[in-house]
């Protein structure tokens, strides 16, 4: 965008070119409003120094595909012209079904942030999407989601998160994520995340889970993997989106990234020796287990028996860790699980 140009006169350049596909998106979203009675989607997004790549994701939430929602923002004291920009982009949207609530942020971290955010969500919450502060939405993306957790009855807990395209806007290479190669659970979630938090959409009787949950989840190392483990322990229906939900830009202040290079295999195998991974599996159970009144039976019984088996010596862990039934999804990642065992490191 040009220093000149306001963001009024921007959002209204943005309207303009999304004319031609007006009509498709407003039958989509009266289905909508019919099908949810008319609730309002929140999304949640945390700050922290994101000015310089904040502007196209602020675009590109006006392409989502529905007419109303809320953009939660907690801040998280960011030094740069973030807060700026978005009360800029506030006041352009003006009165109309679309706003902007900004709040303080816990200066813990982003995770923290994520669960201030799930935390402070109304007692009875409609659908709730998760947004990062430097992506760019792919058209329709919210009213997709919606659509797959329509399909469910509203009293059941339902999630759904999509694929993406890892972006590097200085070369324009996009890589799509990998797929799924087996289906997403409890057991997995134990041991890895597959659920990206920048896709992950929840309906109202999952968002209500999330925040009973997110007092009691302290000290987690991410937030998308901490929702991953407690959905599916909680039995919500999982729908996953293979189509891609957002272009995921690649930078250096990513908090995670994609890690897909040779250097980022090579830190990950480190950390794990080094005892990281087991340090942030253990940052994760603990805040399930403060949560497990919330978790089915069955899954209550599988994290116990995951943080017994990690208490043992080598040949108990292996048996107990292979009783409990845990996977990653592809080859090469088991491989890696059941070699930290082995070595004590998960």
């Given at each position: 965008m040009k220093e000149e140009c306001t963001w009024a006169e921007f959002l209204s350049g943005v309207r303009s070119r999304l004319v031609k596909g007006a009509q498709g998106r407003i039958?989509?979203?009266?289905?909508?409003?019919?099908?949810t009675g008319g609730m309002s989607m929140l999304i949640l997004m945390g700050l922290r120094n994101g000015a310089k790549?904040?502007?196209?994701?602020?675009?590109s939430l006006l392409t989502c595909g529905l007419d109303a929602w809320e953009l939660r923002v907690s801040d998280d004291r960011s030094r740069d012209a973030g807060p700026q920009i978005l009360e800029g982009f506030a006041t352009a949207l003006g009165n109309g079904p679309r706003r902007v609530l900004m709040t303080e942020g816990p200066g813990r971290g982003f995770a923290a942030n994520y669960m201030q955010l799930l935390a402070n969500l109304p007692e009875v919450p409609g659908p709730v999407a998760l947004a990062d502060q430097d992506d760019i939405w792919l058209p329709d993306r919210l009213a997709r989601a919606l659509r797959r957790l329509n399909r469910v009855p509203g009293r059941l807990p339902a999630f759904t998160f999509a694929a993406r395209l890892d972006w590097d806007p200085e070369t324009g290479r996009m890589t799509p994520s990998a797929r799924m190669k087996r289906r997403p659970g409890f057991a997995n979630a134990l041991v890895e995340n597959i659920a990206f938090g920048n896709t992950i959409v929840m309906n109202g009787a999952a968002a209500r889970l999330a925040r009973q949950a997110a007092p009691l989840a302290q000290g987690i190392y991410a937030h998308d993997w901490f929702l991953y483990q407690l959905l599916t322990g909680a039995g919500a229906l999982c729908l996953p989106e293979p189509r891609p939900a957002l272009l995921y830009r690649q930078h250096g202040g990513n908090a995670i990234g994609a890690g897909g290079g040779p250097m980022d295999w090579f830190e990950r195998k480190l950390g794990v020796l080094q005892g990281l991974y087991a340090l942030r599996v253990d940052a994760q159970l603990t805040a399930l287990e403060r949560c497990q009144h919330l978790l089915l039976p069955e899954n209550r019984a599988l994290l116990a028996l995951?943080?017994?088996?990690?208490?043992?010596?080598?040949?108990?862990?292996?048996?107990?860790?292979?009783?409990?039934?845990?996977?990653?999804?592809?080859?090469?990642?088991?491989?890696?699980?059941?070699?930290?065992?082995?070595?004590?490191?998960v």
């Open positions: 039958r989509g979203n009266r289905a909508f409003r019919s099908a790549h904040l502007e196209p994701q602020l675009a995951f943080r017994r088996g990690r208490a043992q010596g080598p040949v108990g862990r292996l048996r107990k860790l292979r009783e409990a039934g845990l996977y990653r999804q592809g080859w090469q990642g088991n491989l890696g699980f059941w070699g930290a065992a082995i070595l004590g490191k």
